[in-house]
């Protein structure tokens, strides 16, 4: 087991990232000192729910604490004001107080809801995240909970920092090889954005990776969630610095909305999306390489490096424009200047951004 | 114009109370470095959106600032979530962005919901209160936001400071009279369990506060928010010393349950709490002019001391048990130890509380 320490003052936290460790859920709640005479409410999806929510139960139940637990159709679109309520229902019947927990048991849906209600019940009570996706290493760090409006994704939320992270890397032997492959592309990104020896040891050791490998994977969900810790514990409440965190995420989440969530995953998403950002930083001056090795990575993740010829290049820039980072015929965008070094841009053409998503799209 | 300042450290904020305060909240809001830049949203409730919001806008829009607003219908039951949904979809149709404000444009009510709104919205965005009730004093102070849930009050919720309080007394001259005593019950305990020369104060000047005389209602609501916030400041998050704060609400929370929210107003349910307080403290030990001066207090200001014969003491009882501060035939109460003074008892037999109870209603 390695552990991670996530450093933000008052609210620092541990990641504990292994093997085994759902069983160890009880004992780190012990260690970590929360009473037992609150009760623990654990969130999960339909997914999480059938393959771990007994074992997390049990676990708490023989170190003498009591648990509820609410379950929510898997997918995005449980992240509501709703279902928000709906668990508050289930809290206020279990009697959870004020030295209560929460535990995210599941990706970053259920990690951005759980966290959500653990922010927002009582005005704010404790909150444990056990992540089951790759993805949900991100999710894991830097406190950002929230739910979706109608209008508007993670419009509505708060800071809410974990007591703790209990990483099972176990866990992730159920998840769907689609989503081990769009997660690792945001792993792959930390490196991009802040540790060039990451970022090639990730190309290395792709196929371990995608085997789930657990040396290679606890290596890589550490490093991962180190950069992003380095990156939060300067900038905690996403003044300036974090803002390198959305490498590729202008050009994804224009894709993921003219695709339609579901036809791209986000990890796959903004790893076109960082192709884009690197092809732009070459026509913008930086050295050609910036793009050959940032293609060559996750081409060896096999993640799509083109944008589906079927989307419209119209439609992906008026996307971004909803975005409103752009000013004046220009845009602002994250660029890679080499290979684990990001730079914030203000004044990147919107031209020159269309003509690589066009570019991409001939790609495909 | 008296200006109170809340100390919390970075999140310290002034509070302006004064006449015609409303004209200058565009200027205020320049004073307080708000660009023009960022849309602002006014939230308020059907009552104070026809009576003042107008005037809000007109003084927002002579200093460059773009409005929006957004009303709800009056009373405790437009504190809700899906009320706070509606609201985003106003912010979000008008633009708001992380540098946007939000106004609380009323009571209590106003105040709660707006504030979480604004705790929310994008992860938390500033934040103005606009009381327009006296009661308003009371939650100007100290950060808590919420919205209930059907199974229990202020139970999703966060904590919030607000960048200013603009305190215009003018605004309560069309507060309806009963509003206007009930609220004056929350400033008189603000004297009772911190400052007995503003507790005898207000006694003398009951009349004039009735009357909403100026310079005495000034005077009462800068030393009403003084009290919460030197109790707030030391302790922000509501670990202990704020507990003072609940004086007459454990009977009062009770009163306002069983009678159905509306029989009686807060006010006027924690003075006859505040009573029975006071009642519980004499008979534990305390001299009895706690009680007697109380009381005399309360009839200043025509507050009722009893409790309404009809309702039935039993379910008092179990709606105070609900509040769960019962421990082996003992529970919690902040009790007075004289006037402007208070403890926190944990051993005050359940069966002095019921005698008390039943002793209040033969005085109705
Ligand atoms: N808070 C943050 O900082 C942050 C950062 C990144 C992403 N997010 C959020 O995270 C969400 C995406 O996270 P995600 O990709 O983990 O999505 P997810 O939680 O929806 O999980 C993806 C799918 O995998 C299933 N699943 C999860 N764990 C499984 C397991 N171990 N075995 C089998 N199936 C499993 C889920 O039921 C779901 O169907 C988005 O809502 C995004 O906004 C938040
Ligand atoms: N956050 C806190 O710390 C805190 C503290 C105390 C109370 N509260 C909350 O405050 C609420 C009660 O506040 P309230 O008593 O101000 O209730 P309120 O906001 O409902 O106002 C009472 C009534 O007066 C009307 N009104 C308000 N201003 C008016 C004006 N100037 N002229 C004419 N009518 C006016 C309102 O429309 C309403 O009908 C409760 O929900 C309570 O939970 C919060
Ligand atoms: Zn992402
Ligand atoms: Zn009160």
């Not at 609210?11 to 504990?16: A, D, F, L, V």
């Amino acid at each position: 087991m390695r552990e991670l320490r996530v450093e933000l003052e008052e609210r620092s936290y541990p990641i504990y990232i292994g093997e085994g460790l759902l069983n160890e859920t009880g004992a780190m709640f012990e260690k970590h000192g929360i009473t037992a005479k609150s009760p623990v409410l654990i969130i999960s999806d339909e997914n999480t729910a059938g393959l771990y929510l007994r074992r997390v139960e049990d676990a708490l139940k023989q170190k003498g604490y009591r648990t509820a637990s609410y379950s929510v159709p898997a997918g995005e679109q449980s992240k509501t004001l709703a279902l928000l309520q709906d668990a508050v229902t289930v809290a206020l019947e279990a009697g959870l107080d004020r030295s209560s927990t929460v535990i995210a048991l599941g990706g970053g849906v259920v990690g951005d809801l759980a966290g959500f209600v653990a922010a927002t019940y009582m005005r704010g009570i404790r909150f444990v995240q056990i992540p089951t996706t790759i993805l949900a290493h991100d999710s894991s760090v830097g406190g950002k909970v929230a739910v979706n409006h109608p209008l508007a994704k993670n419009i509505i939320g708060a800071f809410h920092q974990p007591d703790f992270v209990l990483y099972d890397i176990d866990t992730l032997k159920t998840l769907p090889i689609r989503e081990v492959r769009a997660g690792l592309s945001e792993v792959i990104k930390h490196g991009l954005i802040w540790n060039e020896d990451f970022a090639y040891w990730c190309e290395a050791n792709a196929s371990k990776l995608l085997a789930l490998d657990s040396e290679a994977l606890i290596y890589a969900l550490y490093e991962g969630c180190k950069v992003k810790s380095i990156v939060v514990s300067q900038d905690e409440r996403e003044n300036d610095l974090r803002a390198i965190l959305n490498l590729g995420h202008t050009i994804g989440h224009a894709l993921e909305a003219v695709a339609g969530y579901g036809e791209l995953l986000h990890g796959e998403a903004i790893a076109i999306g960082m192709i884009g950002a690197a092809r732009i930083s070459v026509k913008m001056g930086q050295p050609q390489d910036v793009l050959t090795v940032t293609e060559r990575i996750f081409n060896a993740f096999g993640l799509r490096t083109a944008i589906p010829a079927h989307l419209d290049t119209d439609s992906i820039m008026s996307a971004m424009m909803h975005d409103k980072k752009f000013k004046e015929g220009t845009m602002v965008f994250i660029l890679p200047k080499a290979i684990g070094k990001v730079e914030i841009h203000k004044d990147v053409p919107i031209s020159l951004v269309k003509e690589t998503v066009d570019f991409l799209k001939q790609e495909g």
